[in-house]
C-alpha cells in the first residue's frame, strides 16, 4: 500500500511539470502579452511601459521566464550563471543549500502584476470562502445524492423513482448561472428573504479577513455567524441542486448493480429482513464506486464553483479568477491553474487509495 | 393470447398470412423471421420505440428549424431597438405583442433574441462536438492501435489536459479572442480543442479490446494494411459508442458556452447566444425583470435535456442486450 502510494506520487511528478509548462504556454500564448493592458492607457509613456516589461522580465526569452517562474534560474543573474542560486549550488535546489526563494520550487508563485500582493497570499485569502461555501455543498450533496440514490434503488420503478429520474434530468440541463438567477429573483428581489450577493452585511460587520472581522467575530459570533450562514443559503442551494442531479443517477445506478449480485439474493433466501440487506449486504458495496466518484469531485473544493461565486459575488477564488482574467493578470491565473490542477492529481491518487483501503480485495 | 387463439390458422394462404403477421409483430428478435438487419438497421427499431429520444429528436428538430428560419418570420429584427423616448428601464413583462416580454435597458424583444440565439447557441454546440469527437477519435485511434511509447506519451498528454479545470483554461484562451469582432469560429475551436479527452480515452479503450478480436487477426493474416484494418474493421464496430459520447459533448458544450459567454468571455454580442444575450440581465434582475433571464434559460434546458433524452436512447439501440 505504502509502496503503491509513493509510486504513484512519483507518477505524479511529470505530469506536474508538463502541466506546468502547458498553463505557462497558455499564459504567453495570449496576443500582446500582459503588457498589453496598458496599452490603451494614454497617461503611461513608452519609457514606463519598457520599465514594467524590463522589471518584470517580460523582455527576457519565454525559456528564461519559465526558469525564472519555476525556480531553476536565478532572477538576479544573466546567461548561463543564472543556474547557480545565490549560495553557490543548482539554483533548483531547496533554499536551505542553494539560497534561492523565487519560484515554484521554493514555494513563491510570484507576485500579482495587478496589485503587486504576493500570488500565494492572494490565493489563500480567496481560498477560505470558497473552502466555506463549496464545503457546505459538497457535503450536502453528496448526503443528499447518497440517500436519493438508494431510495430510488430500492424501490425502482416507484413514484419517488421516477420523481428523482425527472429530476436529474432537469438538473442535468440546467445551467449554473440560470438557477443561480432564478432564486436570486425569487428569494432576493420578489419575496425578500434572502441576501443575494457577497459573503456578509457590509452594513453591519468589517470587510471579511481582516483583523477587524476576526474580533467582530469573537464579540458577537451569533450574529456574525448567522450573517455568513444567511449568505450561504442561495449559493449552496444552486450548486447542490445542479449537482445532485449526476450523482443522485450515480449512487442509484451502483446500488441497483449491488442489489442484483448473488449475495444479496443469498442474504434474502436465509430470510434476513429486507433492511438489513438492504443496509448491510448492499448499500455497503454499492458505496464503493461512490467513494471513489467522491474523491474525483475534491478538486471542486479549490475551483468548482466559479459561476455560482460570480452570480452571488462570493469573494472567493472563482472571483478571483474572474478578475484576473479580466486585468490579464497572469502570475495570479498561472496560481489559481497550477493549484487547481495539483489538487486535481491529488484527488485522483486519494480516490485510488482509498478505493484500496475500503475495498479489501484490491491489492497493490 | 386470447385472441391469437381465437385466429384458426388455415391451410395455404392463411397460414402464410398468419406466419407474415407474427413476422412483423416479432421483429428482429424472433427467428422466424429470416430477414437480416444490419446493426444499424437493429439499431434503428430499437430507437424508434423509445419515446423519450424521438420527443428529444422533436425538440432538436424544432430548435434547429426556428434557428434557421425563425427570424424571417418575426416582426422585429435582431438589431431592433426602441426609441429613447419609449424606454422603459427595467423592461416590460412578456404581453401578446412580445410573448417573452423586454429586456431592461434597451429594451429589445426576448423572443426575437432567443430566436436569434437558437442560431449560434446550436452552432457552437454542434461543430465544437465534431471537433472535439474528430480529435478525440483520431488520438484514441493512434494510441489505442499502435500501443507502446506513442500510446504512453498520447495518454499523459490526456493525463495533463484533464487536471487541467477545463472552465479556467477556456476562460483564459477565449479572452485570446476577445478582440475579434466576429469570434464564433474561435470560440467553437477552444471548445474543440479542450473537449476532446473524454473520447480519446473510450476509443483507445474501444481500440484496444478490438483489435484482439479473430475477425482482426484474420485481416491481419491476409495481410491487410494498417490503414484499412483502422478504417474498415475497428472504427464502425467502435463507433456507436463514440456517437453517444458524442451527444454528451453537445450538451456539455452548450451549456459551457453559454456559461462562459454568460461571464461576458465567450462569443462577442454581434453574434447573439442563448449565454451572452443575458449578459447584462443580472443588473436588471434586481429591479424585477424575470422574463430576461428565464427563457433563454429555458430554451438551453430544452435542448441540453433533448439531446441527451437522445444520447439515451441511442445507448439502449446500440446495446446489444436490450431487446427491440
Redesign the interface.
Known amino acids: 500500500m505504502a509502496k503503491y502510494t509513493i509510486r504513484r506520487v512519483i507518477q505524479a511528478i511529470p505530469v506536474l511539470f508538463l502541466i506546468s509548462v502547458v498553463t505557462y504556454a497558455i499564459m504567453l500564448a495570449a496576443p500582446g502579452g500582459p503588457q498589453q493592458r496598458f496599452a490603451q492607457n494614454p497617461k503611461m509613456t513608452n519609457e514606463q511601459r519598457a520599465k514594467f516589461i524590463h522589471a518584470w522580465g517580460l523582455d527576457q526569452p519565454i525559456p528564461i521566464q519559465y526558469g525564472r517562474w519555476m525556480g531553476i534560474l536565478n532572477p538576479d543573474a544573466e546567461g548561463i550563471a543564472a543556474l547557480v542560486g545565490p549560495k553557490g549550488l543548482p539554483n533548483f535546489l531547496p533554499s536551505g543549500l542553494s539560497g534561492a526563494t523565487n519560484g515554484l520550487l521554493h514555494g513563491d508563485l510570484g507576485y500579482s502584476i495587478d496589485s503587486g500582493n504576493a500570488v500565494g497570499t492572494t490565493i489563500a485569502k480567496a481560498a477560505l470562502p470558497t473552502l466555506i461555501l463549496a464545503g457546505f455543498a459538497l457535503i450536502l450533496w453528496i448526503g443528499i445524492a447518497i440517500l436519493m440514490g438508494v431510495l430510488a434503488a430500492v424501490r425502482r420503478y416507484s413514484f419517488f423513482d421516477q420523481a428523482t429520474t425527472v429530476f436529474a434530468y432537469i438538473g442535468f440541463a440546467m445551467p449554473t448561472f440560470w438557477l443561480g438567477l432564478m432564486l436570486i429573483y425569487l428569494f432576493g428581489v420578489n419575496l425578500h428573504w434572502l441576501p443575494v450577493s457577497g459573503m456578509i452585511e457590509t452594513r453591519n460587520s468589517p470587510p471579511f479577513g481582516t483583523d477587524k472581522y476576526w474580533a467582530y467575530l469573537g464579540d458577537n459570533p451569533i450574529k456574525a455567524l448567522t450573517d455568513v450562514g444567511r449568505h450561504l443559503i442561495l449559493p449552496v442551494i444552486t450548486l447542490v441542486v445542479v449537482n445532485i442531479a449526476g450523482d443522485s443517477r450515480f449512487v442509484r445506478a451502483s446500488m441497483l448493480e449491488a442489489l442484483s449480485q448473488d449475495y444479496v439474493r443469498t442474504a434474502k433466501a436465509k430470510g434476513l429482513a429486507g433492511r438489513s440487506v438492504t443496509f448491510k449486504h448492499a448499500l455497503r458495496n454499492a458505496l464503493l464506486p461512490v467513494v471513489t466518484n467522491i474523491g474525483l469531485e475534491l478538486p471542486f473544493l479549490f475551483s468548482g464553483a466559479l459561476i455560482t461565486e460570480t452570480i452571488f459575488a462570493w469573494p472567493g477564488i472563482g472571483k478571483l479568477t474572474i478578475d484576473a482574467t479580466n486585468n490579464f493578470d497572469y502570475t495570479i491565473l498561472m496560481g489559481v491553474l497550477f493549484i487547481s490542477a495539483v489538487t486535481v492529481v491529488l484527488a485522483n491518487l486519494l480516490a485510488d487509495v482509498l478505493y484500496a483501503f475500503v475495498d479489501p480485495r484490491i491489492k497493490y | 393470447m386470447a385472441k391469437e387463439l381465437e385466429q384458426p390458422i388455415g391451410p395455404g394462404g392463411a397460414l402464410a398470412d398468419e406466419l407474415k403477421r407474427r413476422q412483423e409483430e416479432a421483429g428482429a428478435d424472433y427467428e422466424i423471421n429470416l430477414e437480416s438487419l444490419s446493426q444499424w438497421q437493429l439499431a434503428w427499431r430499437k430507437f424508434r420505440k423509445h419515446k423519450l429520444a424521438l420527443i428529444g429528436v422533436g425538440i432538436i428538430l424544432f430548435f434547429v428549424g426556428v434557428a434557421l428560419i425563425g427570424p424571417i418570420f418575426l416582426p422585429y429584427s435582431f438589431s431592433n431597438i426602441a426609441r429613447p423616448d419609449q424606454i422603459v428601464y427595467a423592461g416590460r413583462p412578456p404581453s401578446l405583442a412580445h410573448p417573452f416580454g423586454e429586456t431592461g435597458g434597451l429594451q429589445r424583444d426576448v423572443l426575437t433574441l432567443v430566436i436569434n440565439g437558437a442560431r449560434t447557441s446550436l452552432l457552437i454546440g454542434f461543430s465544437s462536438m465534431a471537433i472535439g469527437v474528430l480529435i478525440g477519435t483520431v488520438v484514441g485511434s493512434i494510441s489505442g492501435y499502435l500501443g507502446g511509447i506513442v500510446d504512453n506519451l498520447l495518454m499523459?498528454?490526456v493525463?495533463?489536459?484533464?487536471?487541467?479545470?477545463t472552465?479556467?483554461?477556456i476562460?483564459?484562451?477565449a479572452?485570446?479572442f476577445k478582440?475579434q469582432r466576429d469570434n464564433v469560429w474561435s470560440i467553437i475551436l477552444v471548445f474543440g480543442v479542450f473537449s476532446w479527452m473524454g473520447v480519446s480515452r473510450l476509443v483507445r479503450s474501444l481500440f484496444l479490446s478490438i483489435r484482439e478480436r479473430e475477425f482482426v487477426e484474420a485481416a491481419k493474416a491476409v495481410g491487410v494494411r494498417d490503414r484499412r484494418i483502422i478504417f474498415r474493421h475497428i472504427l464502425p464496430n467502435a463507433l456507436s459508442p463514440i456517437v453517444v459520447s458524442a451527444t454528451l459533448l453537445i450538451?456539455g458544450n452548450i451549456?459551457t458556452e453559454?456559461?462562459v459567454s454568460?461571464?461576458g468571455?465567450g462569443v462577442n454580442p454581434i453574434n447573439p447566444t442563448w449565454?451572452n444575450i443575458?449578459n447584462n440581465?443580472?443588473t436588471f434582475?434586481?429591479?424585477?425583470n424575470?422574463w430576461w433571464?428565464?427563457f433563454p434559460?429555458i430554451a438551453?434546458?430544452?435542448?441540453?435535456?433533448a439531446v441527451?433524452?437522445v444520447g439515451d436512447g441511442l445507448r439502449d439501440a446500440f446495446d446489444p442486450r436490450t431487446r427491440a
Open positions: 499523459r498528454i493525463d495533463v489536459m484533464l487536471s487541467l479545470p472552465l479556467f483554461v476562460l483564459v484562451v479572452q485570446f478582440n450538451a451549456i453559454a456559461a454568460f461571464l468571455f449565454g443575458l440581465a443580472r434582475l434586481l429591479v424585477g424575470w433571464p428565464a434559460g438551453i434546458i430544452l435542448t441540453v435535456m441527451n433524452f
